[in-house]
């Protein structure tokens, strides 16, 4: 089993629309969450960053981490067609320094 | 945040030769980090960069095809040793301040084994 599982879409939506994109994980030991988008031929850029359970919010996006079902998600409003790109998932843990990535979802916003 | 350039940002080598891959950020950072990242699957990581002493690495990679140096805490480079076309791939380079803070990449070097 992976540590960390992502599904890889491809995910398609209209402008405007809220998209929810997922991951679950194995490890309970895992404390930092983060999302990053990566556009093409790009690196991965930082999105949110949470270390609780719960939701955590920046403009339209929003982080939410459901420890006990080991599973996060992220949230995007008032989808953008800038939004399309893929989305990684990624966690850590206070007893390595490895992050571990799921693989990534394609989103592609049609205008 | 920090900002982190990658330079080459693309090559098309021949096989058997050698890369090198430069990682500058722009403050000061605790740990660096190499990843390769083939299409369609996640981010692996090669090995952790430690300032001053030998890189720490993962299972499946061995220093001698990818030796790293880390002279200083903003600086890091990583070389892709006898280049065989398996070894086309996006290599990213990531820092973090603490171990207890999130991972800022570069932009990746996409290289072409031919």
């Known amino acids: 089993q992976k540590e960390v599982e992502q599904d890889p879409g491809p995910l398609s939506v209209p402008e405007g629309a809220i998209v929810s994109l997922n991951c679950t994980y194995s490890?309970?030991?895992?404390?930092?969450f983060m999302w990053y988008r990566q556009y093409s031929r790009k690196g991965p850029e930082l999105l949110m960053y949470t270390y609780s359970s719960g939701n955590k919010e920046d403009g339209r996006f929003t982080a939410q981490v459901d420890k006990s079902s080991k599973y996060i998600s992220l949230f995007i409003r008032d989808s953008q067609p800038s939004d399309s790109a893929t989305y990684l998932c990624a966690m850590g843990s206070n007893t390595g320094n490895q992050f571990y990535f799921g693989t990534g979802t394609s989103l592609t916003v049609i205008p | 945040s920090a900002v982190i350039s990658q330079k080459p940002s693309r090559d098309i080598c021949q096989r058997g030769t050698s890369l090198t891959i430069q990682c500058q950020v722009d403050?000061?950072?605790?740990?660096m980090f190499w990843y390769r990242q083939q299409p369609g699957q996640s981010l692996t990581l090669i090995a952790t960069?430690?300032?001053?002493?030998?890189?720490?690495?993962e299972s499946g990679f061995v220093i001698d095809k990818f030796p790293i140096s880390r002279p200083n805490l903003t600086f890091s480079t990583l070389t892709v040793s006898n280049m065989s076309p398996e070894d086309s791939s996006i290599y990213l380079c990531s820092a973090r301040r603490g171990s207890d803070t999130e991972a800022f990449f570069g932009q990746g070097t996409r290289l072409t084994v031919v």
């Open positions: 403050s000061q950072v605790t740990m």
């Open positions: 490890n309970s030991a895992f404390q930092y």
């Open positions: 960069a430690n300032q001053g002493s030998e890189a720490t690495y």
